[in-house]
């Protein structure tokens, strides 16, 4: 009787908690397939996005500065990260500290404090907002590859490389990064995500990139802003669930060869 | 074993001191060169009288009525959607848990992507279902309920609330479900063959047991909510006057004042703000983990 309650009340609660989210989403794409003067459904507005010459130049813009701030990731973070979990232990707590602080700052705060710092020719390249997309992203990248490498024997496995007669250079290659690559995957993911979705400190320093595309283009036009935004939207859910799915496939294989490890150990 | 690990950190201490630190370098210096340093600028800034004078005049302005209402509002939208987020994201998380696997780890894909959403487009797609043409709207009105002669808009606080709820009660989900795996079947099993009552298990249980994390997820939401700027720009335009608002068209030179550096003096005021949450944070994740 009791467990009876239960479950009705949680698939009323879990029903509410559905209503809430699809129904704004299903109201808007209706919205965005509305057309000017009531004269029914189209997808006017959805082909009107591809129409704006400044779409694909956005994008490519965006996608630039999304790779380079994964490659900015990737040789910073990751050195570090894995440095403090093999030698580094000593400074590993302040860095840990140093990662969270990012996340204390507010962007806008950041965005004033990146107008009066940078030099010049700094503030006249696109390319700064990488650099920061980086910084902003690091709370996240630095705490997710941290979490990643703990589980990992990382010091037994380059000891047992060193102790091989394998260099330096070899350990790196052969050993670190096939050891801790989905833990790189995963960082670099989160500042792929990060940077290409980025809008407060992009707008506040006057540079545009497909989000802020979108808010000056959507001006003009309603209906389009808000086909353009649910586009957006449905994109971004719909990469974000394939890379999830992904990364759970690769879990339970991983978890598979685990077990498997195991049982050869026992028999 | 004790060994090779020993004459594994020999082998390594047989680097000069400065050649083992290589690899926290370009960490090291993006950090200080992109982060420090802007805000060792904003600092500096907001105490700048010109003509090599320092002094509190920015702040002085900021501890003025507009400012200081603009903090009021930003600290009552944080608050309110951070503890409407809170619950009902707990709730949820609290029935999931509870549920078969295959629905946990959908719940769990769901609740990281839509925590994910946010920024201008979210803004717009919420103006697109509650906007006074919006569809939610005009089904609402077929039925019979008139949302906005109620008095309410989505161009204010409440509204943005209930745009934030859409990113806030994944992220609440998300952040609390760690505590709740941490809870023990045997405790309800305990208290349940000493007699307990399923109200007194949730309120000498559950609540005291679940508090400290519930506190940390809250203020990690309130923090978020403080800070968050391109959905409530998008949406408000303005007209409910929030700090990052503010500071935003100082940026942009929509509002003059005599004291340039007034916009410095409002992010210091941020950044105080969202450390002393943070602080908060960090301690009420100690007594969750102490437990």
Redesign the interface.
């Known amino acids: 009787m009791k467990s009876r309650i239960f479950s009705a009340t949680r698939y009323l609660i879990l029903g509410l908690g559905l209503i809430f989210f699809i129904f704004p989403v299903a109201a808007a794409i209706e919205f965005s397939l509305r057309s000017y003067g009531n004269k029914g459904h189209t997808f006017a507005n959805y082909s009107w996005i591809f129409q704006q010459e400044d779409f694909f130049t956005n994008i490519t813009i965006s996608l630039k500065l999304a790779v380079l701030s994964a490659v900015i990731t990737l040789i910073t973070v990751v050195p570090a990260v894995t440095f403090l979990h093999l030698e580094g232990q000593r400074y590993k707590r302040i860095f840990e500290f140093l990662a969270i602080l990012p996340l204390v700052v507010p962007v806008v705060s950041l965005a004033i404090g990146a107008q009066k710092a940078m030099p010049t020719f700094i503030q006249n390249s696109q390319y700064e907002l990488a650099f920061f997309y980086v910084i902003i992203a690091i709370p996240y990248t630095f705490q997710s590859l941290n979490v990643g490498l703990t589980s990992i024997p990382l010091k037994t496995l380059v000891e047992a490389s060193r102790s091989l007669g394998a260099s330096f250079g070899k350990t790196v290659t052969a050993v670190i990064v096939p050891a801790i690559r989905s833990a790189i995957n995963a960082a670099i993911f989160l500042a792929v995500t990060l940077s290409f979705g980025e809008f407060t400190l992009t707008s506040l320093l006057h540079w545009e990139t497909f989000p802020v595309w979108i808010t000056r283009v959507s001006q003009g036009n309603v209906l389009g802003s808000i086909a353009l935004s649910m586009f957006s939207l449905i994109g971004a859910w719909s990469l974000l669930i394939l890379v999830q799915s992904l990364q759970n496939v690769q879990k339970q294989r991983r978890a598979k060869s685990q077990v498997e490890e195991i049982e050869e150990v026992l028999t | 074993m004790v060994n090779?690990?020993e004459s594994?950190t020999r082998?390594?201490g047989g680097f000069s001191s400065i050649f083992?630190?290589i690899?926290?370098v370009?960490?090291?210096?993006?950090?200080l060169f992109?982060?420090c340093?802007?805000?060792?600028?904003?600092l500096k800034?907001s105490l700048d009288q010109g003509k090599g004078h320092y002094g509190l005049s920015a702040y002085r302005l900021m501890f003025t009525k507009p400012y200081m209402h603009a903090f009021a509002t930003s600290l009552q939208l944080s608050f309110f959607s951070a503890l409407t987020a809170g619950v009902?994201g707990a709730?949820?998380a609290f029935?999931?848990h509870?549920?078969s696997s295959g629905l946990k780890?959908t719940m769990a894909?769901l609740s990281?992507?839509?925590a994910?959403?946010?920024?201008?487009?979210?803004a717009?797609?919420?103006?697109?279902?509650?906007g006074a043409?919006?569809?939610?709207v005009t089904?609402l009105k077929k039925v019979g309920i008139d949302i906005y002669s109620s008095g309410f808009t989505l161009y204010s606080l409440t509204g943005l609330i209930l745009v934030y709820?859409?990113f806030q009660?994944p992220l609440m989900v998300l952040v609390f479900t760690p505590a709740l795996e941490g809870m023990r079947n045997e405790w309800r099993e305990a208290n349940n063959s000493l007699g307990g009552s399923?109200l007194q298990f949730t309120r000498w249980v559950l609540i005291p047991v679940l508090f400290p994390a519930f506190l940390a997820s809250i203020l990690l939401l309130f923090?978020s909510a403080?800070?968050a700027?391109?959905t409530a720009r998008?949406l408000t335009g303005g007209s409910v006057g929030l700090?990052?608002l503010v500071?935003?068209s100082l940026?942009?030179g929509n509002v003059i004042t005599d004291q340039a550096n007034l916009?410095?003096a409002l992010?210091?005021g941020?950044?105080f703000v969202?450390?002393v949450v943070?602080v908060f944070y960090g301690f009420s994740l100690r007594w969750a983990r102490g437990r």
């Open positions: 090779t690990q594994a082998k390594s083992k630190v690899p926290l370009p960490f090291s210096l993006i950090f992109f982060f340093w802007p805000i060792f600028q904003i800034n009902i709730v949820i029935y999931v509870r549920s780890s894909m990281g992507v839509l994910n959403s946010g920024g201008v487009p979210l717009f797609m919420f103006i697109a279902a509650f043409q919006g569809g939610i089904l709820s859409f009660i399923n923090a403080f800070s700027f391109a998008a700090v990052p500071i935003g940026i942009d916009g410095d992010a210091v941020m950044i969202s450390a943070m």
